[in-house]
């Protein structure tokens, strides 16, 4: 069985600083991809950045990278330069047959 | 551009009253899921159609059926909404052997139970 974890219910970060968000995984599946999506109060589920358990480099999309520890089983988001608009709720999720869900992280913003 | 569509965005139903909640996709995903996501809580999997063979977690209450006529259709019916229905519903398809599974999501419909 697969099995997400976030440990930071609640983030504050100042506008233009980095964030780390926390997410550890585990699954006996050799194959597997993880996942982090965005969702603000709108409620849309807005996906941000995707690894996969064989690739070799860390994922980077735009401002988020994906630092991916595979011995440890974690794979924690960096946000670099933060925007007011990145306030909202995070969710890890990893995926084999389906998606499973981190509790998520509420992340805000502060100017 | 191809996409997932949830009508409505926001639906209001009395309690006891069928309701239905619909998704669309151009994507031509064959896997189609229904999560209900409470208040402050990760997105929770009711059900999920892979093509035609439908796949129900053992938690679902029977109180909420899914029917997927075509491959761009699925639908959530609840029989008899409670208070507790309450929620946020995201459709989401698939499309498994691609790179990252092409996962996919609707911009939710929040059903309100009065």
């Known amino acids: 069985a697969q099995k997400i974890t976030q440990t930071q219910p609640g983030m504050f970060v100042q506008e233009k600083e980095a964030v780390t968000l926390d997410c550890t995984y585990d699954t006996s599946d050799p194959s597997y991809g993880l996942f982090w999506y965005k969702q603000p109060s709108s409620g849309e589920m807005i996906f941000l950045i995707y690894?996969?358990?064989?690739d070799q480099q860390n994922a980077t999309e735009g401002r988020y990278s994906l630092n991916f520890q595979k011995a440890r089983k974690s794979a924690n988001l960096v946000i670099s330069a933060s925007q007011l608009g990145d306030s909202a709720m995070y969710f890890c999720a990893i995926a084999a047959r389906k998606l499973i869900w981190g509790l998520g992280t509420s992340l805000a913003v502060n100017p | 551009d191809a996409m997932v569509i949830q009508n409505p965005r926001y639906q209001v139903t009395q309690f006891g009253k069928p309701v239905t909640l619909s998704c669309s996709q151009t994507?031509?995903?064959?896997?189609m899921y229904w999560y209900q996501q409470k208040s402050s809580q990760a997105p929770k999997l009711l059900f999920h159609y892979y093509d035609k063979d439908f796949n129900n977690e053992a938690d679902t209450p029977d109180n909420f059926q899914s029917r997927r006529p075509n491959t761009s259709f699925c639908f959530l019916d609840i029989r008899s909404p409670g208070l507790g229905d309450a929620a946020m519903y995201l459709c989401?398809?698939?499309?498994?052997?691609?790179?990252?599974?092409?996962?996919?999501f609707g911009s939710g419909t929040r059903l309100t139970v009065v």
């Open positions: 690894q996969g358990s064989y």
């Open positions: 994507l031509n995903h064959n896997v």
């Open positions: 989401a398809t698939s499309l498994p052997g691609t790179d990252n599974y092409g996962y996919t």
